[in-house]
C-alpha cells in the first residue's frame, strides 16, 4: 500500500516498531544506523550465536545503512538522503539531532515536503521534557502501573517493555496521515508523539475516574476494585489459569449468567447464587440488597468449577456456550496456536543462518498484501546500494489550498462497537473524516454501559469510556433486523470511502453487506473487518474482549509476581494495542485509494496486532526454548528497579537506575556512604546479587517521604523515577496538561472530559469535534443531508420502524 514512499529510520529501542509496521505496509525502510551499528542490535534476548532477537523482531525488512551524525560528512550524507526521501521517523531524544545540526527545521528546510515523525517520552517542550525515562518510569507516569498488580505489593509493569510500543504504534499512523495530508497540500510536517500521552488509553477511561465523580479503579491481582466490589478475571485450570469477563451490566450481565447456568449445572454453586440479576448486580450490592459475600460466594464457586477442567477443555465449553472464558496461554503455548497456524501467522526469518519464527503481517489485506518482513540486515549492507542511486521526489504542484484537517472529506460508516475498533474511528474523526456510527436501541454499543459512568449514574449516555471512545461521530439510529435498514445501509456505502466493523465474523455477511456486496455498490471502497482472532480459522467465532485477548496472546502470564498467580495487564489489553495497527492499515488503504482510486479489504484479528508488543519473546521462545515470565518489576538491564512504598495509603514510586553511575548518584542521595563505596554493588551483576538487600534499603529510605519529593530529587540528579500516578493524579499532571491530553467538550446534560488525539501535527488541525453522539442523534441528519432522502422518505422509514 505504501510502495511509493521511502522512510528514513533514525529511531532506537524506544521507536523501531513504527518503522517495521511502516515496512509491513510496502514502504522502503531505510535503518540509518551507527558505524557501531545501532543500540538494538546489543540489546537480548539473544540466540545462541549472539545474535539479538529484539534487534531481529523489530529492525528486519528494512534496508541498513551507515552514516556517522557525529561527522561532518555523515550530516551531509544524511541530508542529501532526506532530498529523496517522504519520512524521516525518529526516537533519539529532546534536542538530540539539533545538537548535531540536523534539527527538524534543517531537515524540512532542506526538503519542505518531508514528513517527519518524533517519538519522545514525554514530548519536546514543557514541564517534564527533559525527565529521563523508561518502560517502568513511564507506566507509573501514566495511570496504567496503578491499576495493575496485587493490593499488597507494589504495581508491576508487564514483563517486556510496553511504554514505547505504544507510542511507536501511533507514531506509525500518525505518518501515515500527514503522508495522505502531503498528497493533497504537496507540504511536509511534523507527527509529534509522547509515550506518556498514549498509555493512559490502556485504562480503559479508568483516567478518567476522578473527573467523572466515580470510584478510581484499584489493583486486586488480575482484576480491579470498584468501591465495595472486587472483581476478578483470573481463575484457576487444571493445568494453568484462564481470564473470565466476570462482570456486570446490560452488555455482558447476561454472559455472566450463562457462566452461572454452566456452574450450577457442573454442581459447583447453588440455584440461588446462580439466579442472581447480572445485570443489575452492582446496583443491588451497593443498595445492600445483595450482599457482597454472595458475590464472593459465586466467585469462588467459578474457580472450583474451573480448576476441574483443563484449559483446553475450557476453551471448548467457551465456545460451545459463548462463555466470556479463554485460557491464559504463555509464548511457548502462542507460538504453537491452531489458530495463529490456520492463518499463516507465523514467518521465518534468517537469524545468522537460523531459521526463527517471528509475529507476520498484522493485517491480511486481499488486493495489497502487507509483507513479511522476513529478512535481517546486516550492518551497512545497502549502503553502496543507497547512495549510489540517489532518490528524486516527484511531486505534483499543488494550486488549491490544503483542507485544515487531514482526512477533510473522508466519509467513514462505522459498524464499530466495544474498544478497539471506536477508539480507531475515534481518530478518523479526529483527523477530520465524516464518521457515521450506526447503532441500534435493540442492541447499541456495548461500551455504552462501559465504567467509568458519571456520577455512578447508570445510563445510556452516562458512560466516560464511550464518551472518549466515540468523540466527534454521528450517530444513526437503524433496526438491522428491517430490509429498509438494510437498503438505507447500501446507500451510505455508495456515499462512503470507508466501511469499517467489528462483529461477529459472518455477522455482516448475514445482512447482505459482506466486502464481495458492497464492492458492486462502490468499486473503490475501503473496508476493514477486525475481531478478536481473526475472520477465519478455529476460533474465529470465538466472541470477546480484550482482557480474553491478551489471555490468548500470552500477555496476562507476563505481568505478575513469579510466585503467585497472573495478574496480566489492566483490562482489555489487546483492544488498546491493536487499536494502533487497525488506525495505520485503513489510512494505508485510504492513501492507496486516495492514488490509484483501488479499494481494499482488511483484516485484522487483534490478538495477532497485540504479538508485535512482545516479537522478542516470541523470537526467543522458537530461537531457544525459553519461556518468557512474569517479573515482577525486574528487568535484566537495570537494578535497582521498582516501585517502592511511600509515606501514606498506597502511594509508590517508581525507580529505574540504568548503569553505575546513577547508582552511585542514587546512593549520594540516600545519604549511604556504605552502599555507594561497596565494591560488591559496583557492577550490574554485583547489585542483582544483592538485590532483595539494596531494595530493602531503599524502602527505608522512600517509606518516610512522599512519592512527589523522591521523585524529585531523583530526576534533579538525572535518575529515572516517577511516582506511581493514578486517575487523579494524571488529570492534574503538568505535562499532559501542557499537551491538552483532557479536553472538556459541550454536553446537554452534565460535563463531559474526553482524552485527546494521541499525536499533533504542525500544519493541520486534529483534536475531537465535538462530543460523544446520542444514540440516533444524528438520523435526519444523516438520510436528509448525506443520502438526500426527502421528507416522505424519512417519515416512511420512521412509520416503518426502521429508524430508532
Known amino acids: 500500500m505504501l510502495s511509493t514512499y521511502r522512510v528514513l529510520d533514525l529511531t532506537d529501542e524506544r521507536g523501531h516498531l513504527a518503522g517495521l509496521m511502516l515496512a509491513m505496509l510496502g514502504a522502503e525502510v531505510i535503518k540509518i544506523e551507527p558505524p557501531n551499528g545501532v543500540r538494538t542490535r546489543r540489546i537480548g534476548p539473544f540466540d545462541a550465536s549472539g545474535a539479538s532477537l529484539t534487534h531481529a523482531a523489530y529492525d528486519r525488512g528494512k534496508k541498513s545503512v551507515v552514516v556517522d551524525l557525529e561527522s561532518m560528512s555523515g550530516r551531509d550524507a544524511l541530508l542529501d538522503l532526506t532530498k529523496g526521501a517522504d519520512c524521516v521517523i525518529e526516537s533519539m531524544g529532546v534536542g538530540a539531532l539539533e545538537a548535531v545540526g540536523l534539527g527538524h527545521e534543517t531537515l524540512q528546510g532542506n526538503n519542505p515536503s518531508l514528513v517527519i515523525g518524533t517519538l519522545t517520552a514525554f514530548g519536546h517542550t514543557g514541564p517534564k521534557a527533559q525527565w529521563p525515562a523508561t518502560d517502568l518510569t513511564l507506566m507509573a507516569s501514566a495511570c496504567t502501573m496503578a491499576f495493575t498488580g496485587d493490593s499488597d505489593r507494589s504495581p508491576v509493569r508487564v514483563a517486556l517493555p510496553q511504554a514505547f510500543h505504544f507510542g511507536a504504534a501511533v507514531l506509525a499512523g500518525g505518518v501515515v496521515a500527514a503522508l495522505y495530508e502531503r498528497g493533497r497540500s504537496g507540504l511536509g510536517q511534523i507527527v509529534d508523539v509522547a509515550a506518556q500521552q498514549v498509555i493512559p488509553m490502556a485504562t480503559q477511561a479508568g483516567v478518567l475516574a476522578a473527573a467523572c465523580n466515580f470510584p478510581t479503579p484499584t489493583r486486586t491481582g488480575g482484576g480491579l476494585s470498584i468501591g465495595p466490589i472486587d472483581l476478578r478475571l483470573v481463575y484457576p485450570a487444571r493445568d494453568g489459569f484462564v481470564s473470565i469477563t466476570h462482570v456486570f451490566g446490560n452488555a455482558i450481565g447476561p454472559m455472566t449468567g450463562r457462566l452461572m447456568d454452566w456452574v450450577l449445572e457442573e454442581g459447583f454453586v447453588s440455584a440461588d447464587l446462580a439466579g442472581l440479576d447480572w445485570v443489575n448486580l452492582a446496583t443491588l450490592i451497593e443498595s445492600g440488597q445483595v450482599s457482597v459475600k454472595q458475590w464472593e460466594d459465586a466467585k469462588a464457586a467459578v474457580a472450583r468449577c474451573t480448576a476441574s477442567k483443563t484449559k483446553s477443555e475450557l476453551l471448548s465449553i467457551a465456545m460451545d456456550r459463548r462463555l466470556l472464558m479463554a485460557p491464559i496461554a504463555d509464548v511457548a503455548d502462542v507460538l504453537s496456536s491452531e489458530q495463529l497456524a490456520s492463518r499463516d501467522y507465523f514467518r521465518q526469518i534468517d537469524v545468522n543462518g537460523t531459521d526463527v519464527a517471528a509475529p507476520g503481517p498484522f493485517a491480511v489485506s486481499r488486493h495489497n498484501p502487507l509483507r513479511a518482513a522476513a529478512k535481517v540486515a546486516s550492518l551497512g549492507s545497502h549502503s553502496n546500494e543507497v547512495f549510489s542511486n540517489p532518490r528524486q521526489l516527484d511531486l505534483p504542484k499543488m494550486s488549491n489550498p490544503a483542507p485544515l484537517a487531514p482526512l477533510e472529506g473522508v466519509k467513514v460508516v462505522d459498524f464499530m462497537w466495544s474498544l478497539a475498533g471506536p477508539f480507531t474511528s475515534r481518530a478518523l474523526s479526529d483527523l477530520g473524516a465524516t464518521v457515521v456510527k450506526i447503532e441500534s436501541i435493540h442492541k447499541p454499543d456495548a461500551a455504552r454501559g462501559f465504567l467509568p459512568i458519571w456520577d455512578n449514574e447508570p445510563g445510556l449516555e452516562r458512560s466516560a469510556l464511550f464518551d472518549t471512545a466515540n468523540a466527534g461521530k454521528l450517530s444513526l439510529a437503524l433496526d438491522m433486523r428491517s430490509p429498509e435498514a438494510i437498503d438505507v445501509v447500501r446507500d451510505l456505502v455508495g456515499w462512503a470511502d470507508l466501511v469499517c466493523e467489528s462483529f461477529s465474523p459472518g455477522t455482516m455477511r448475514s445482512w447482505g453487506l459482506h466486502y464481495e456486496a458492497l464492492t458492486e455498490l462502490n468499486p473503490r471502497l475501503v473496508m476493514l473487518s477486525t475481531c478478536l482472532t481473526g475472520q477465519f480459522g478455529p476460533t474465529s467465532t470465538f466472541a470477546g474482549y480484550g482482557n480474553l485477548g491478551a489471555a490468548l496472546s500470552g500477555f496476562y502470564g507476563l505481568a505478575g509476581w513469579p510466585d503467585r498467580a497472573p495478574t496480566g495487564p489492566f483490562g482489555a489489553y489487546t483492544d488498546y494495542t491493536s487499536t494502533h495497527f487497525m488506525l495505520a492499515t485503513v489510512l494505508a488503504a485510504l492513501d492507496h485509494q486516495r492514488r490509484s482510486g483501488v479499494g481494499e479489504y482488511i483484516d485484522i484479528a487483534q490478538t495477532e496486532a497485540a504479538l508485535h508488543f512482545i516479537s522478542p519473546a516470541l523470537l526467543d521462545v522458537s530461537a531457544t526454548g525459553r519461556v518468557a515470565q512474569r517479573a515482577g518489576n525486574d528487568d535484566p538491564e537495570m537494578v535497582p528497579h521498582g516501585g517502592f512504598p511511600c509515606a501514606g495509603d498506597d502511594n509508590w514510586v517508581a525507580i529505574a537506575v540504568r548503569g553505575d553511575d546513577e547508582w552511585q548518584r542514587l546512593c549520594q542521595v540516600m545519604g549511604r556512604g556504605d552502599l555507594e563505596n561497596d565494591p560488591a554493588l559496583a557492577s550490574l551483576e554485583g547489585r542483582r546479587s544483592a538485590q532483595g538487600r539494596i531494595e530493602e534499603e531503599i524502602t527505608k529510605w522512600t517509606r518516610t517521604r512522599s512519592a512527589t519529593e523522591i521523585m524529585s530529587v531523583l530526576i534533579n540528579n538525572e535518575i529515572a523515577a516517577h511516582s506511581v500516578q493514578s486517575s487523579a493524579e494524571c488529570l492534574a499532571d503538568t505535562q499532559l496538561a501542557h499537551r491538552q491530553n483532557f479536553i472538556w ?60
Do not use: M
Open 745 to 804: 467538550t459541550e454536553h446537554p446534560d452534565r460535563q463531559c472530559l474526553v482524552e485527546n488525539t494521541r499525536f499533533s501535527l504542525s500544519r493541520s488541525e486534529v483534536g475531537p469535534k465535538a462530543r460523544a453522539p446520542f444514540l440516533g442523534e444524528h438520523t435526519f441528519e444523516v438520510l436528509s443531508d448525506f443520502l438526500a432522502y426527502d421528507a416522505n422518505q424519512i417519515a416512511d422509514l420512521a412509520a416503518l420502524e426502521v429508524l430508532e
